[in-house]
């Protein structure tokens, strides 16, 4: 396998792994409002999330940025509590031009949070290896591939449970809203005691 492939290969692993589902619930809480005929407002919201990510993570990997571990392990589930938050106190018909804006820089800025996040586990990768560049350009490809697995797969479900399982859309939204608040809110609590102890 070339270096590339590998390096891609971890990326979309390391984000579809279940064992840090941290990050799959939160590409979750982003798209949980949309349903599949909303592709393209979803496309562009992913986008500005890997945009943010992708700056701290080479920033990161290439030490211009240094951030405690504990406090990104921390901060990454508050981002999906406020995510979820804010799904569950939108208005149905509350989608006008400046709160979809708004999505975008929340997810823009929460994708930087996130992306010094991914940093710590490529960094442990990537060892003593002389250029970052490749490794860098195809992990990041890999999030993103994996990030588009991850959106289709909720939006698939929003769909099958929304235009076949006649639940309402905004039901769905609260149903899989509140169900990542709460999971979050607890990560949240662990992440905290952890970071004061540390």
């Known amino acids: 396998m070339s270096e590339f492939g590998m390096y891609f290969q971890l990326g979309w692993q390391h984000i579809a792994d279940l064992e840090g589902y941290d990050h799959i619930l939160f590409i979750a809480a982003l798209c949980a409002v949309y349903l599949l005929r909303d592709w393209k407002k979803v496309l562009v919201l992913v986008t ?26 921390f901060l990454i589930p508050v981002t999906i509590v406020i995510t979820a938050l804010t799904n569950i106190f939108r208005k149905n018909k509350d989608v006008t031009p400046e709160r979809v804006q708004l999505s975008y820089w929340l997810a823009l800025f929460f994708g930087l949070v996130h992306g010094m996040g991914f940093s710590n586990y490529l ?4 060892g003593t290896e002389g250029s970052v560049v490749m490794p860098l350009f195809a992990f990041n490809v890999g999030l993103e591939f994996g990030q588009l697995l991850i959106v289709a797969a909720i939006l698939l479900i929003a ?22 608040f709460g999971i979050a809110l607890i990560m949240t609590i ?9």
Do not use: P
């Open 48 to 73: 500005a999330f890997t945009v943010g990510h992708s700056v701290t993570l080479a920033l990161s990997v290439l030490n211009f940025i240094k951030v405690s571990s504990a406090l990104i392990e």
């Open 123 to 126: 960094k442990s990768l990537l």
């Open 159 to 180: 769909g099958l449970a929304v235009n076949f399982g006649k639940v309402k859309r905004r039901d769905w939204t609260l149903f899989l809203s509140s169900a990542i």
């Open 190 to 198: 662990e992440r905290f005691n952890l970071l004061i102890k540390g």
